[in-house]
């Protein structure tokens, strides 16, 4: 068997609203809470981000989502529609901007605790194949 990850821990400040707007940006479904008191965001068949709530300092992070166009042109509607801020490169000003780099397109933003979310539709971590 191949090795999966499964889940992955999110920490934030308020983890109901944090996997409530990443969810319905993504258009994926989220639960306010489950088991261990986490409020899960199922990104797809496998893989779950589970948020959870501390009130302890921690490290911003980065997460990157590989999608098709059709949806990746959804998910900027809704950036937009939220009024949400977003930008075409990574360290890069708030353009309202996509980035077409590597063969496809891509945004960042950053939600409230931080935490960088990105959207791509071609990956330029690893090589196509």
């Known amino acids: 068997m191949s090795i999966a990850l499964d889940h992955f821990l999110v920490p934030s400040h308020d983890q109901v609203a944090a996997a409530r707007q990443l969810a319905e940006l993504l258009g994926v479904a989220w639960q306010e809470s489950t088991l261990g008191g ?7 068949d496998g893989l779950t981000l589970d948020f959870q709530q501390t009130e302890d300092a921690f490290a911003v992070a980065h997460y990157a989502f590989r999608v098709t166009p059709e949806r990746f042109d959804e998910i900027v509607a809704r950036l937009r529609a939220a009024g949400i801020a977003y930008r075409g490169n990574v360290r890069g000003p708030v353009d309202y901007a996509s980035n077409h780099d590597y063969g496809g397109e891509m945004v960042y933003w950053n939600e409230p ?10 990956s330029y971590a690893r090589p196509a194949g």
């Open 38 to 44: 986490f409020s899960p965001v199922y990104l797809n």
């Open 113 to 122: 605790d931080g935490h960088q979310w990105e959207i791509l539709t071609v």
